[in-house]
């Protein structure tokens, strides 16, 4: 059994869906597809969330029209059929009406889950009704009857595994089946998700935890991980061949082609994974493996909005457990650090989120002179024991011209050196790693 992927691009257009039910119906395995919203339907249920929560119920309604409208034309071109037509404008009926009831309901973080679920919904049954005038036999899986984390956010494997293998074993005779990424119920039974770009989180906790896949494909709007951020630099290339390790990094230090978490289940049970463009189904892609396939620097990647926080303390000098203290009030808050460096008076450290950083502060004052600069991007050179390449750090800082590195964090692991600068130099450092890293203008 396979687990194939598809993004919001590769479903956001009628014709995009006719073009993925001829790759799924290809394979000769059994497929569980993984379907995002359309492109563009997550963003503008994120601004009804908010137009609700504001109170601004007329913003709202006007969204929530302009969306319905995009549907109501999206189905005349995807299906033809007068029986199939009707059944899907049944669907686009049934998910807008809950979305203009929501509008009479008082907002809560709950509610504002259901109307981000919407998008997910909304494709794959759509999907399935093209499937259905096709005559292509399948069987939708409510991503909601078995995908689910717990009080921490966590996924729950044990719990996930033996409900999806029990609806498997109940239709085995199927060979095809469609289910939502994305969503997923919380400990509370409410309907929630797996945050912004989840859908690769729950393409591989299927394919990794659940079901043991022979592969898990991700297909999206590109030919696989480039060697740097296509949206930022011009001349960028794919990157053939990776170990989870690298793909993780880079997943989680900026490369938006995969959520920050997708790789671990993967990793954890050993499936492979292959990133492949729909619109350009021959290209090779890049595997991403136990192997890394080749040594050396493979791509840079850019995670933007990171906070830097300096603490200077005399007290710090040649004593032992000031570190931990540290540590321990960004664990009270439940607060990832990314990168840390040490000098005998003064500790570094970097977090992504403003969530909790005014009592973190307030904690951390006794420990000495806190600091704190905002705007700040961390830079990942990553590839395969790159520690240990020749030259590397003189090739690293050889290409970069004039801009000002806060911090360096090489080391902690053969995949990885990161840099930490400021916001307004990334693009110019983006494009000098191109160009002295891998020889691209
Ligand atoms: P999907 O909707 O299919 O999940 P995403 O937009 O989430 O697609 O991810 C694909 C996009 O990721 C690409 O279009 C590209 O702009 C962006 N991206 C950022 N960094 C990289 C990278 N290193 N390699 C490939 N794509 C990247
Ligand atoms: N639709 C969700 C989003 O836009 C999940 C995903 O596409 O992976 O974030
Ligand atoms: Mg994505």
């Known amino acids: ?62 969204a929530i029209d302009k969306l319905e409208a995009h549907y109501q034309s999206f189905i005349k071109e995807l299906v033809k059929k007068e029986a199939t037509l009707a059944k899907a404008k049944a669907i686009i009926a049934e998910h807008f009406e809950f979305l203009n009831i929501i509008l009479k309901i008082s907002f809560s973080e709950a509610l504002s889950k259901d109307i981000l679920a919407q998008g997910e919904l909304l494709s794959t049954k759509l999907f399935c009704t093209y499937l259905e005038e096709m005559g292509i036999d399948h069987m939708l899986l409510p991503a909601l009857e078995f995908m689910s984390i717990d009080n921490y956010d966590e996924p729950q494997i044990g719990s996930i595994k033996v409900k999806l293998t029990q609806i498997l074993q109940q239709n085995k005779e199927k060979k095809l089946f469609v289910t939502q990424g994305y969503i997923c119920r919380n400990a509370r039974g409410e309907v929630d998700n797996l945050k912004r770009g989840g859908s690769d989180y729950s393409a591989s906790l299927i394919a990794a935890a659940a079901i043991g896949a022979s592969v898990c494909e991700i297909w999206t709007d590109i030919d696989g991980m480039h060697n740097n951020d296509p949206r930022v630099v011009k001349k960028t ?37 292959r990133l492949l463009n729909t619109m350009q189904p021959e290209a090779k892609g890049t595997l991403i493996t136990e192997e890394a396939g080749s040594v050396g620097v493979k791509a840079v990647a850019a995670k933007d909005n990171i906070i830097a926080i300096r603490i200077k303390s005399s007290r710090m000098l040649l004593a032992y457990g000031f570190l931990r203290k540290i540590f321990e009030v960004f664990e009270k808050y439940r607060t990832p650090i990314d990168m840390i460096t040490t000098s005998e008076v003064a500790v570094s450290l970097t977090i992504d989120s403003e969530a909790n950083l005014k009592d973190i502060l307030k904690e951390l004052e006794p420990f000495g002179t806190v600091e704190v600069d905002r705007d700040q991007v961390i830079i990942s050179v990553v590839g395969n024991e790159i520690a240990q390449t020749e030259d590397i750090i003189k090739k690293l800082f050889g290409s970069i011209v004039n801009i000002p590195v806060r911090m360096v964090s090489y080391g902690g692991s053969p995949h990885n050196i990161s840099l930490l600068i400021a916001a307004a130099n990334k693009k110019q450092i983006l494009q000098q790693l191109n160009k002295g890293m891998f020889g691209l203008e």
Request: charged content about 20%; proline content about 6%.
């Open 1 to 62: 059994m396979k687990v194939m992927k598809f993004g919001g691009t590769s479903v956001g257009k009628p014709e995009r869906m006719h073009h993925i039910a001829g790759l799924v119906t290809k394979e000769s395995e059994p497929v569980i597809v993984v379907l995002s919203a359309l492109s563009g339907t997550t963003n503008a249920l994120v601004e009804i969330g908010d137009f609700i929560a504001r109170g601004d119920r007329n913003g709202a309604r006007q």
């Open 237 to 273: 290339v794919p990157v053939e061949q990776m170990c989870f390790a690298e793909a993780a990094e880079l997943a989680y230090f900026g490369a938006k082609i995969l959520h920050p978490a997708s790789i671990w289940p993967a990793q954890t049970y050993k499936i492979p994974v």
